[in-house]
């Protein structure tokens, strides 16, 4: 069972760690185990990732790609080394187990 996650508000400044907690909770609750969480909108809060180490919850993680065209990136020394960068800075959490080109 699993669930896509959207971004809950497009203004990342009202965007709370509570809010990202409390929708994994949600998730583990409804015995959900998988998040999908969706290349077409933002990189959630850190508290989300931990939120999901801690409750059990796998993640399947988009990169954030979007093209009018398609929903991918195009191959550049720039895009591999963001890819590489965002990779890294997220290795940590153990929830995340399938990195997506995107959609």
């Not at 965007?15 to 999908?36: F, G, T, W, Y």
């Not at 999901?52 to 979007?66: I, K, Q, S, T």
Request: charged share 25%; hydrophobic share 40%; aromatic share 8%.
């Amino acid at each position: 069972r699993g669930a896509n996650f959207i971004p809950m508000d497009q203004l990342e400044g009202r965007l709370s760690d509570e809010a990202h907690r409390i929708v994994v909770q949600s998730a583990s609750k409804a015995n959900m185990n998988m998040i999908r969480i969706w290349g077409g909108g933002m990189v959630p809060l850190e508290s989300f990732y931990d939120a999901c180490d801690e409750e059990g919850v796998l993640l399947y993680h988009d990169m954030m790609f979007v093209d009018e065209k398609a929903h991918r990136p195009v191959k550049s020394k720039t895009i591999e080394k963001e890819i590489r960068h965002f990779i890294r800075s997220l290795a940590s959490h153990p929830s995340i187990v399938v990195w997506s080109g995107c959609n």
